[in-house]
């Protein structure tokens, strides 16, 4: 069964820093791999789908990797501003006919201190 | 805009009651999920249809039910027999069949116990 997680589950920075949030599955069979992001009592929000052919994604000041073979996904955001305190997930589909459920990591809190 | 709403945002319910969470998309999406959310917790799949008249169990399906008779409505009714229902219920769409496209969320309903 696929496991997915995020490492840190906490993150704390000061604005203007460039940081990385990491995500890790353990089955590399993977379609393709989503970020989304969560604000407090909100639904999500997709930031960047990777397919299983590509090695990452960029759109904005946020740029997502993907190593299928070791099982990691990054996502790295330059220059942060406290407007990207959220929290950040990391999902990956299991294929099953057209649809495609989503195996979710717990999470990464990231605060951005002004 | 197209979108998914879901009705209504908050929804509390008394021993024995069962109750239902509306989930509305106007994207013209084939497939549909539900999730539920704990706190500090990543989602888990509860339901998912891939067509109208259509659904399969996802990993916490029980003590839950789902109909899908319209493309565009995927309602979830949390029966009596869910013992712990307080979480968070986001529910999303993506077209199915195509590739590289994200899903959608809508804004979540927090259910209560009274």
């Known amino acids: 069964k696929q496991e997915v997680t995020q490492i840190p589950a906490a993150l704390s920075v000061p604005e203007g820093e460039n940081l990385v949030l990491n995500c890790s599955f353990t089955d590399s069979a993977i379609y393709n791999l989503q970020w989304f992001r969560q604000d407090p009592g909100k639904g999500l929000t997709s930031l960047l789908l990777?397919?299983?052919?590509?090695r990452e994604q960029t759109s904005g000041r946020l740029n997502a990797s993907l190593d299928k073979s070791s099982g990691r996904s990054t996502l790295y955001i330059a220059a942060s501003q406290p407007g990207d305190s959220a929290t950040y997930l990391c999902?990956?589909?299991?294929?099953?006919?057209?649809?495609?459920?989503?195996?979710f990591g717990s999470g990464t809190q990231l605060t951005v201190l002004p | 805009d197209g979108g998914i709403t879901q009705s209504p945002k908050y929804l509390f319910r008394k021993e024995g009651q069962n109750v239902t969470l509306s989930c509305e998309q106007n994207l013209n999406h084939d497939a549909m999920y539900w999730y539920r959310q704990d706190p500090g917790q990543g989602l888990r799949l509860i339901y998912y249809s891939q067509i109208v008249n259509d659904f399969q169990k996802g990993d916490i399906a029980e003590g839950y039910s789902v109909s899908r008779e319209k493309k565009e409505s995927f309602p979830l009714t949390v029966t009596s027999a869910q013992k712990n229902p307080t979480a968070f219920y986001l529910c999303?769409?993506?077209?199915?069949?195509?590739?590289?496209?994200?899903?959608?969320f809508g804004d979540g309903t927090r259910l209560s116990i009274l």
């Open positions: 999303a769409s993506d077209p199915g069949q195509v590739s590289g496209q994200p899903q959608h």
């Open positions: 990777i397919q299983s052919s590509q």
């Open positions: 999902a990956v589909p299991i294929s099953s006919g057209s649809a495609r459920q989503l195996t």
